[in-house]
């Protein structure tokens, strides 16, 4: 009883059909959100694949590389081992460097990404509000003809 009342209250003001309109436009945003999410996901999962890929076979070609490099040098040297220290020394070195400068790549790496998100957020509001722009003269055209 008490909700025909309201529904009969509703259907008078002709908040019934605006009521309907809010809903069906919170549905397609609802929808629009989670294939947005489902997109992003997909991405990421393949951006993650393609990493892993990449630094297993990076690593494999370092590692064989440096392996031939150590038995190059063992030839040329004429030692079982010195080849082998001089390709360890020369990476010791690059760790070193990279544990001195790690601070001024990670600022930079930050920066460089702290851009791109607002870049992308600025994006999504963008076709947030044309996507509501549309709704909306879609639904004021949808008044007019009735």
Known sequence: MKQQIIKEILKRLQLESALDSVRAYLNVQLEIIKLSVAE???????????????????????LFLSLMVAFGLNAWLKSSFWGFGIVAGFYTFFILLFMVLQKPIQSQIERKLESKLKTRDLKSIQNEHKTLKAYVEHTEKKETAS
Not at 40 to 62: D, E, N, Q, R, T
């Open 40 to 62: 992003s996901g997909a991405k990421a999962i393949l951006s993650i694949i393609k990493i892993v890929v990449l630094l297993l076979f990076g690593f494999f070609a370092i």
